[in-house]
């Protein structure tokens, strides 16, 4: 069975502190994992992707099959990324997602 | 936002009362999806389209159904609402993965009270 944990329902950090978003996965096969985020009154949006190995506003995220994780990352957090966040999972060969049960971010001043 | 409209954006209504939530897509997408957000369960998906009168369902399809009679258009019904069916509704769209498209794109989201 596929699987996502985000194992924090919030996590509040201040500006400039660092922010790691736990996300671990359970799937057998070949995962491609993916985060998303919602800002405040703002639509659901693709924050970045594994296979792209990209940076996306300040933030990474690496697959790490052995722990089975996909952590997102950013050294120092800013206002404007307080928001929602969900890891997903697809299987390959699929085009369906199974997302997590998502981590508010709070960031204060 | 990749051209995506929900409609209505805000509906209350009442238990054993039908619904239907429209989702419009002028992106010409082949996979469509519906899912509910609710809080401490994240995103789930209810049904998803991949092309026209091509639906299957996702992991929360009970008291559900929808239609695809056209690319841009994809329904969701509540044949007859209760309370557990209170949530905020969102579609999403996708393209083939050979356009370049390699994500899903979400509409603004459709709140819903089933008193």
């Known amino acids: 069975a596929q699987r996502v944990t985000q194992p924090e329902k919030l996590l509040s950090v201040f500006k400039g502190a660092p922010v790691e978003l736990k996300c671990n996965y359970s799937?057998?096969?070949?995962?491609?994992l993916f985060w998303y985020v919602q800002y405040s009154r703002q639509r659901l949006q693709l924050l970045l992707r594994?296979?792209s190995r990209e940076s996306i506003k300040g933030f990474t995220a690496d697959l790490n099959k052995g722990e089975t994780s996909f952590h997102l990352k950013k050294p120092f957090a800013q206002e404007e990324d307080s928001a929602m966040y969900y890891c997903?999972?697809?299987?390959?060969?699929?085009?369906?997602?199974?997302f997590g049960t998502g981590t508010r971010l709070l960031v204060s001043p | 936002d990749a051209g995506i409209t929900q409609s209505p954006r805000h509906k209350v209504t009442e238990t054993g009362t039908p619904v239907t939530l429209r989702c419009h897509q002028t992106?010409?997408?082949?996979?469509m999806y519906w899912y509910r957000q609710d809080p401490g369960h994240g995103l789930r998906l209810i049904h998803y389209?991949?092309?026209?009168?091509?639906?299957d369902k996702g992991e929360v399809s009970d008291g559900y159904s929808v239609s695809r009679s056209k690319t841009e258009d994809f329904l969701l019904t509540l044949e007859s609402a209760t309370s557990s069916q209170t949530s905020v509704y969102f579609c999403?769209?996708?393209?083939?993965?050979?356009?370049?498209?390699?994500?899903?794109?979400f509409g603004p989201g459709t709140r819903l009270t089933v008193l």
């Open positions: 999403a769209t996708r393209g083939l993965a050979g356009e370049g498209t390699d994500t899903q794109y």
């Open positions: 799937y057998s096969g070949s995962p491609e």
């Open positions: 594994h296979i």
């Open positions: 997903a999972l697809r299987n390959t060969g699929f085009q369906k997602l199974v």
């Open positions: 992106e010409n997408h082949r996979y």
């Open positions: 389209s991949y092309g026209v009168k091509d639906t």
